[in-house]
């Protein structure tokens, strides 16, 4: 198995990206993916499904008016996905059902996390 180094996980960066992913996701998302990268066999499909997950656990915090720790799970799932780009261009082993599943994930996560925070907090 080859060793990636940090160098190669920047490489991986989008060009463009909104301020908020370069200043406060991404160097998160690099030194997360560095070893997950070396060190297991995660794949970005499986990276894709967890972020799906946090960002339920997201919509829960948020439905039951814990809107810091629904804020928190955002955040780690939105990092996770990131992470799941990277690892698929660094290891190129993206696929066009990984893109498909990233995307839908990531509507999925936004309408669950959308939907949830005004039902939360009019309680």
Request: with cysteine.
């Amino acid at each position: 198995m080859r060793t990636y180094s940090l160098d190669d996980v920047y490489e991986t960066r989008k060009r463009r990206d909104s301020w908020w992913t370069v200043y406060f996701v991404d160097p998160v998302a690099c030194r997360v993916a560095l070893p997950v990268a070396n060190r297991t066999r995660m794949t970005p499909n499986g990276l894709t499904v967890l972020s799906l997950v946090l960002g339920m656990v997201s919509a829960a915090c948020f439905a039951t008016n814990h809107l810091i720790a629904g804020a928190g799970f955002f955040y780690l799932s939105f990092m996770i996905d990131c992470v799941d780009g990277k690892i698929a261009r660094l290891k190129g082993t993206g696929t066009p059902f990984g893109l498909w599943l990233d995307y839908v994930g990531d509507r999925i996560r936004v309408v669950l996390c959308a939907g949830a925070w005004p039902t939360g907090s009019t309680r």
